[in-house]
């Protein structure tokens, strides 16, 4: 199963791809991406597609499914509960949005390879900006869907404090998507050693990814490493370590 696909320049993943990898029914797991829709449109807008029934099948109507770029999905992903299945998929996640990247580079055409990057990709190309909000009315055109934008609103309202202590955890380099070696030591209680750092920059070198600098009490400011980088370097997933309890999807 292909799970990163290329879609308007993006490498993107969909609800209905996270539901067949995870063995979960895509209907909760669209259900998930439109209850926490305030907290994956920090990381971009989170479009909305509407496939038809295949022919042959009876009973139901077209159905409707999110299309998520890699952070959003990681996201999404902890809010799931951390069965081994889910854990499998999130290695598998990485690694494709890895190797999607990969072939875009040398293809001549790279992706931007970073977050912020992604984002202002994104917000750069107006057409491709349009054509996902039309895309998102067409999607919530009806009663049921009115409705279940105004309880998903109701509920970012209601998890606000919740969304500003996880933004400030990664501010702090104690994140699901990025987290310092001194973070990672003190929750693990082990130690990587003086060079414990070479691998994660190795990781990002390849990307093209540029680490960002945090504040730290002791030292100033200190490296947050992706989460790519310490599930690829050392098999440690940020999620586990930092994010909640999550959900079942």
């Known amino acids: 199963m292909t799970i990163v696909i290329i879609k308007d ?14 063995l979960n ?5 669209i259900a998930l991406a439109r209850r926490y ?3 994956l449109e920090d990381f971009g807008l ?7 029934r295949e022919a042959g ?19 999404l992903l902890t809010y799931m509960r951390n069965t081994d299945i889910v854990r499998a998929f999130k290695k598998k996640l990485v690694r494709e ?4 990247v990969q072939q875009r580079n040398q293809s001549g055409t790279s992706l931007p390879a970073d977050y912020i990057g992604a984002l202002e990709h994104l917000l750069a190309s107006k057409r491709a900006e349009q054509l996902a909000i039309e895309e998102r009315d067409n999607a919530v055109a009806t009663k049921a869907e009115i409705g279940s934008r105004r309880e998903a609103t109701a509920m970012a309202t209601a998890s606000a404090a919740v969304r500003e202590a996880r933004q400030l955890r ?8 990025q987290a310092t070696i001194v973070a990672v030591e003190k929750a693990l209680g082990r130690e990587f050693g003086r060079s414990g750092w070479r ?4 990781w990002c070198e390849a990307r093209d990814i540029k680490a960002p600098h945090v504040v730290h009490p002791t030292f100033g400011s200190v490296i947050a490493w992706p989460a790519g980088a310490w599930m690829d370097a050392y098999q440690i997933d940020l999620a586990d370590l930092f994010g909640a309890d999550g959900e079942q999807a």
């Open 9 to 22: 320049g993006d490498a993107v993943t969909t609800t209905l791809a996270i539901a067949e990898g995870t």
């Open 25 to 29: 029914d895509h209907a909760s797991v």
């Open 37 to 39: 829709q305030a907290d």
């Open 46 to 52: 989170v479009r909305f597609e509407i496939r038809p």
């Open 57 to 75: 099948q009876h009973g139901g109507g077209d159905t409707e499914f999110a299309i998520l770029n890699e952070p959003q999905s990681t996201l």
């Open 97 to 100: 949005f890895w190797e999607m």
């Open 170 to 177: 990664e501010r702090l380099g104690m994140g699901v998507i």
């Open 199 to 202: 691998p994660l920059k190795k």
